[in-house]
């Protein structure tokens, strides 16, 4: 009897904590999905949802305030998702903030992301409707990459024909490279270059110090000493 | 099985080799539809057996948790060290305690729980009334009087019924406890993020319809324990048969339920 009585006392216990486990996992996820929090609904009308799902996560700043709660199709271009969030994070969120669609990493879960609205404007109501942003899609992203790529292609394509150009002599740039005599050619005049500049140095010395230009440059040089006095 | 069925049989064994098998298929059907029927309609008739009905949970349930808590934790264990490769392939071995959460309460807590209790369970109540019913121990109690459907069968079957979900329930967290400890032989996981994101990868999607189907994994090895056992025969050699067969078949009833259960959590969900 006294036994038998143990065992119950031993039962009662194990169901017991089994119970509270269960019930604990499902407050925790009730929680998580802010069930057991006060919480105000906004709406966006989007032309394309990209795969949200109803009880994907809402984010403000990184942080989860909420959850997708509704999304019905309203017209054949518009959907419209309505969102369960935190009642108090509401007033972090202006009549001008704005919402998009994003995704949680590379291959997560597909996410709204609130993006703030500017200081001065008013805290979001119950039922609102917010401004929505077009996401964009992966299809997109790829459309882009491949335009991006047929203009890399081009691109080389023509560098390698230049590449040919120069490399087989033809237009300036390819004789500038290629042809020796042209390089003589350009050294040589580089050298008279240098030597026309030195004569010329030396003519306009002999001109500063002759009777009839001295007056104008000392006039020039006065003028310089009183611009830097000036400054 | 009596000689008319017997005849029965041997009058048709030219219709070939197939036709006895799907007899004894049809007619076994039959009687453990009848016997869930019956279960279901004393299921409200008194006298209601509580005090066996207790003894018979804690037999189910208080003693088979060290069996089902080493079995889930190694579960846990194994399942993250297995799986670390080829996330960490992907550059994804921080989704390790979300998708071994997801995996654990969603199937293999429920499913491998319920093997071990087929095992143990099933084959106990199986051989305990076989040898009941071989020894006429249930003959004797019809003769004092005492319902022995309502003493043995309701009471096993209800307290399989009752306990396994608890069961499965200690058998996820054990097993979650021996993904944090394998998590934390290759890396380092706080218990908090570890615990964060095992919450977070949940749904109530996730844990009802699996919690739901362990009534139903629970109902099925009470049932067949109790309806192999209470209809043995072959003296005591059916002891031995009715354990095994209740094993065997509740293994494969918890498999086709577990696929039905699926099929309806996909497309309620």
């Known amino acids: 009897m006294k036994n038998n009585n143990r065992n119950k006392i031993k039962l009662g216990i194990f169901v017991t904590i089994g119970l509270a486990l269960f019930i604990l996992g499902i407050y925790l996820i009730g929680d998580k999905q802010k069930m057991f929090n006060?919480?105000?609904?906004?709406?966006?009308?989007?032309?394309?949802?990209?795969?949200?799902?109803?009880?994907?996560n809402?984010?403000?700043?990184?942080?989860?305030?909420?959850v997708v709660e509704n999304i019905e199709i309203v017209s054949d271009s518009a959907v419209r998702v309505d969102f369960s969030i935190d009642e108090q994070t509401k007033k972090f969120i202006k009549k001008n903030a704005k919402i998009t669609i994003g995704s949680d990493g590379l291959m997560g879960n597909k996410v709204a992301i609130i993006i703030p609205g500017t200081a001065g404007n008013k805290e979001i109501q119950d039922k609102d409707f917010l401004i929505t942003t077009v996401p964009v899609s992966m299809d997109e992203i790829l459309a882009k990459l491949k335009t991006t790529s047929n203009n890399a292609a081009t691109i080389t394509d023509d560098l390698a024909a230049m590449t040919h150009s120069i490399r087989s002599g033809k237009g300036t740039v390819g004789k500038l490279f290629m042809d020796t005599v042209f390089a003589d050619n350009l050294d040589k005049t580089l050298v008279n270059i240098k030597q026309g500049a030195g004569g010329f140095k030396n003519n306009m010395d002999a001109a500063s110090d002759n009777f009839l230009l001295r007056g104008f440059f000392k006039k020039k040089k006065k003028n310089r000493e009183k611009d830097k006095e000036k400054k | 099985m009596d000689s008319s069925k017997k005849k029965a049989i041997h009058e048709d064994e030219d219709n070939?080799?197939?036709?006895?098998m799907l007899f004894s298929f049809f007619s076994e059907m039959t009687s453990l539809t009848l016997f869930t029927a019956k279960y279901c309609k004393n299921l409200f008739i008194p006298p209601y057996e509580i005090n066996e009905l207790l003894k018979q949970c804690y037999f189910v349930g208080y003693r088979s948790l060290p069996l089902v808590g080493i079995t889930g934790f190694i579960m846990g264990l194994v399942l993250t060290i297995q799986s670390r490769p080829t996330l960490s392939e992907f550059g994804a071995e921080s989704w390790l305690p979300a998708m071994v959460a997801v995996s654990i309460i969603r199937e293999i807590g429920p499913v491998i729980t319920a093997l071990i209790c087929a095992g143990k369970v099933g084959s106990g109540i199986g051989a305990e009334l076989a040898s009941m019913r071989v020894t006429e121990q249930i003959d004797a109690m019809e003769v004092s009087g005492i319902n022995p459907f309502n003493y043995i069968v309701v009471t096993r079957i209800l307290a399989t019924t009752l306990m396994l979900p608890v069961l499965v329930?200690?058998?996820?967290?054990?097993?979650?406890?021996?993904?944090?400890?394998?998590?934390?032989?290759?890396?380092?996981?706080?218990?908090?993020?570890?615990?964060?994101?095992?919450?977070?990868?949940?749904?109530?999607s996730d844990v009802f319809p699996s919690f739901i189907k362990t009534f139903f994994f629970g109902f099925a090895i009470g049932l067949i324990g109790c309806y192999k056992g209470y209809n043995t025969d072959k003296g005591t050699e059916g002891v031995g048969l009715s354990a095994n067969s209740a094993v065997v078949l509740s293994s494969l009833l918890i498999f086709v339920m577990d696929m039905i259960a699926v099929q309806i959590t996909d497309l309620l969900f």
């Open chain 1, 58 to 66: 809402v984010r403000f700043s990184g942080i989860t305030i909420g």
């Open chain 2, 16 to 20: 070939g080799p197939w036709f006895p």
């Open chain 2, 169 to 204: 329930v200690f058998s996820d967290v054990i097993a979650l406890a021996g993904s944090f400890l394998a998590v934390n032989i290759n890396g380092e996981v706080t218990f908090t993020l570890f615990f964060s994101q095992v919450i977070d990868s949940l749904a109530f």
């Open chain 1, 38 to 56: 006060n919480t105000v609904t906004i709406s966006g009308i989007f032309k394309d949802v990209s795969g949200l799902q109803v009880g994907n």
